[in-house]
């Protein structure tokens, strides 16, 4: 079996500009001579294995930083946007991709912010009603848009939020000790907790300091609720340091983010990395016991595996998602090489698709994407009722999945063969390269198609080799 070189020259670069240390400098410490350096710094060599030694004793670098980097979510993030339409007598071949990713990371994400405006645009121009009923219809991106990217590109891992959350947590055990060590710290501030029939799940009033919760919540909610308001209360500083850090570009930008690390506090002080961490170990990854353990919710749970991504004690690497019923992406992130569609909905050849036919259960699947890398995925509804017979109910699905490498690791393994038969899946179809899917919707960016008027096969046309 071949062994494959690493090319990190991005990583290297990056890592000494935060260094403030010129090549030489860098060189010597690296025990490499300045001509060798500069070569693994443009990826004309890999990067050797006596290098990698020296970045853990001299640096402390956690080496795991260079193989799993930001590369492969560029790589996919552009060969979806190059699916566009206007692209399609330009677009360049995958190996150049992949090229601009690992030597020229900040011209990629240039590119993608670029058609992301150009999107934004276009949409606002098809519709005459925000386009010219609207003063305000400047072009500016997308506030939701710019928060996602950052927690994606953070591979959904905020390390001083995590240990704030953990440190906070770090007196009680699972379940219902974590609820009297958030509420002793409301108390502290003369803030008292109540509960009512409201169908808000939490509101805070500061006239009469006051959080109310909603009794109509599950536990699980009613804790994470309680926690969230926890982190805006007692790690306004923190997080608004970070804020400073992320340089959002509008202020809903800003706000938005804000709440989403007020949410990833609560998440981290429910589950809190070290305790949860070697738990997920104790019980194989099985959610219904880790939800049971932490009083957290399956879809709590899961999310919070697809995170733990602390250098130096990685987990797994998950990816998550949770679509709705109409295939549409309402959360996603990964830590693995399968990367998700940006805009639209997923393949409708994953079995998260198929988790609302089956309420309650967990579906199972060995799954193939088309550059080969096999995957197990997990699907489960997630159902969320409204707490009275004509409130609405919320329904969502969740999936989760890791390459069948660390399967094993996984309880929902047992009884699979993983050396069997892999069921093919892919991202989307533009950047889906397979030619006999029977569910492709629309044709692959970067192949010819010929259409026989004589002959219907699978699809209107076929896809050239």
Same mark, same amino acid.
């Given at each position: 079996?071949?062994?494959?070189?690493?090319?990190?020259?991005?990583?290297?670069?990056?890592?000494?500009?935060?260094?403030?240390?010129?090549?030489?400098?860098?060189?010597?410490?690296?025990?490499?001579?300045?001509?060798?350096?500069?070569?693994?710094?443009?990826?004309?060599?890999?990067?050797?294995?006596?290098?990698?030694?020296?970045?853990?004793?001299?640096?402390?670098?956690?080496?795991?930083?260079?193989?799993?980097?930001?590369? =492969?979510?560029?790589?996919?993030?552009?060969?979806?946007?190059?699916?566009? #339409?206007?692209?399609?007598?330009?677009?360049?071949?995958?190996?150049?991709?992949?090229?601009?990713?690992?030597?020229?990371?900040?011209?990629?994400?240039?590119?993608?912010?670029?058609?992301?405006?150009?999107?934004?645009?276009?949409?606002?121009?098809?519709?005459?009603?925000?386009?010219?009923?609207?003063?305000?219809?400047?072009?500016?991106?997308?506030?939701?848009?710019?928060?996602?990217?950052?927690?994606?590109?953070?591979?959904?891992?905020?390390?001083?939020?995590?240990?704030?959350?953990?440190?906070?947590?770090?007196?009680?055990?699972?379940?219902?000790?974590?609820?009297?060590?958030?509420?002793?710290?409301?108390?502290?501030?003369?803030?008292?907790?109540?509960?009512?029939?409201?169908?808000?799940?939490?509101? *805070?009033?500061?006239?009469? @300091?006051?959080?109310?919760?909603?009794?109509?919540?599950?536990?699980?909610?009613?804790?994470?609720?309680?926690?969230?308001?926890?982190?805006?209360?007692?790690?306004?500083?923190?997080? =608004?340091?970070?804020?400073?850090?992320?340089?959002?570009?509008?202020?809903?930008?800003?706000?938005?983010?804000?709440?989403?690390?007020?949410?990833?506090?609560?998440?981290?002080?429910?589950? #809190? *990395? @070290?305790?949860?961490?070697?738990?997920?170990?104790?019980?194989?990854?099985?959610?219904?016991?880790?939800?049971?353990?932490?009083?957290?919710?399956?879809?709590?749970?899961?999310?919070?595996?697809?995170?733990?991504?602390?250098?130096?004690?990685?987990?797994?690497?998950?990816?998550?998602?949770?679509?709705?019923?109409?295939?549409?992406?309402?959360?996603?992130?990964?830590?693995?090489?399968?990367?998700?569609?940006?805009?639209?909905?997923?393949?409708?050849?994953?079995?998260?698709?198929?988790?609302?036919?089956? %309420?309650?259960?967990?579906?199972?699947?060995?799954? =193939?994407? #088309?550059?080969?890398?096999? *995957?197990?995925?997990?699907?489960?509804?997630?159902?969320? %009722?409204?707490?009275?017979?004509?409130?609405?109910?919320?329904?969502?699905?969740?999936?989760?999945?890791?390459?069948?490498?660390?399967?094993?690791?996984?309880?929902?393994?047992?009884?699979?063969?993983?050396?069997?038969?892999?069921?093919?899946?892919?991202?989307?179809?533009?950047?889906?390269?397979?030619?006999?899917?029977?569910?492709?919707?629309?044709?692959?960016?970067?192949?010819?198609?010929?259409?026989?008027?004589?002959?219907?096969?699978?699809?209107? *046309? =076929?896809?050239?080799?």
């Amino acid at each position: 079996m071949a062994i494959q070189k690493l090319y990190a020259g991005a990583k290297l670069r990056e890592m000494r500009a935060r260094l403030a240390l010129t090549q030489k400098i860098f060189a010597d410490k690296l025990g490499v001579s300045l001509p060798y350096l500069n070569q693994m710094e443009n990826n004309h060599r890999p990067v050797s294995a006596s290098v990698v030694l020296a970045l853990a004793q001299e640096f402390g670098l956690d080496v795991t930083e260079l193989t799993v980097g930001e590369s =492969e979510r560029l790589v996919s993030d552009m060969r979806e946007a190059l699916a566009d #339409p206007v692209f399609a007598k330009t677009a360049p071949p995958l190996a150049d991709l992949r090229l601009a990713a690992s030597n020229a990371p900040a011209l990629a994400r240039a590119f993608l912010d670029l058609h992301r405006a150009y999107r934004q645009t276009h949409e606002r121009l098809a519709s005459l009603d925000e386009a010219l009923g609207r003063d305000d219809a400047s072009l500016r991106a997308s506030p939701w848009e710019e928060v996602r990217d950052f927690f994606h590109y953070c591979d959904n891992y905020i390390d001083a939020i995590d240990r704030a959350a953990e440190h906070f947590a770090a007196p009680a055990t699972p379940r219902q000790d974590i609820l009297k060590t958030a509420t002793e710290a409301l108390a502290k501030r003369g803030i008292a907790l109540a509960f009512s029939g409201n169908p808000d799940l939490r509101h *805070y009033d500061p006239a009469t @300091r006051t959080l109310t919760l909603s009794d109509r919540s599950a536990g699980p909610t009613q804790r994470f609720q309680l926690l969230l308001q926890v982190a805006l209360l007692t790690q306004n500083e923190l997080i =608004e340091a970070t804020l400073d850090l992320a340089r959002f570009t509008t202020p809903e930008a800003r706000d938005i983010a804000k709440i989403g690390l007020a949410n990833y506090f609560a998440g981290a002080a429910l589950l #809190p *990395y @070290r305790a949860f961490q070697q738990a997920a170990l104790e019980t194989r990854h099985d959610l219904e016991r880790l939800a049971d353990l932490f009083g957290a919710s399956i879809e709590q749970v899961a999310h919070r595996l697809s995170t733990l991504q602390r250098p130096g004690a990685k987990g797994i690497p998950f990816f998550f998602v949770r679509v709705d019923q109409a295939g549409t992406i309402t959360k996603r992130h990964s830590a693995t090489r399968l990367q998700f569609a940006r805009f639209g909905g997923a393949c409708p050849l994953w079995n998260v698709h198929r988790a609302f036919e089956t %309420p309650g259960q967990f579906l199972r699947q060995l799954a =193939e994407t #088309p550059d080969g890398v096999r *995957y197990l995925c997990l699907a489960r509804d997630v159902s969320k %009722p409204g707490g009275a017979f004509h409130a609405p109910v919320k329904r969502f699905a969740i999936g989760l999945g890791c390459e069948v490498q660390h399967a094993p690791a996984l309880v929902y393994s047992d009884g699979l063969d993983l050396k069997g038969r892999f069921e093919p899946f892919g991202i989307s179809c533009r950047i889906c390269e397979r030619s006999d899917c029977h569910q492709r919707s629309v044709p692959p960016l970067e192949r010819r198609l010929r259409v026989d008027p004589d002959r219907r096969g699978l699809l209107p *046309y =076929e896809i050239a080799d």
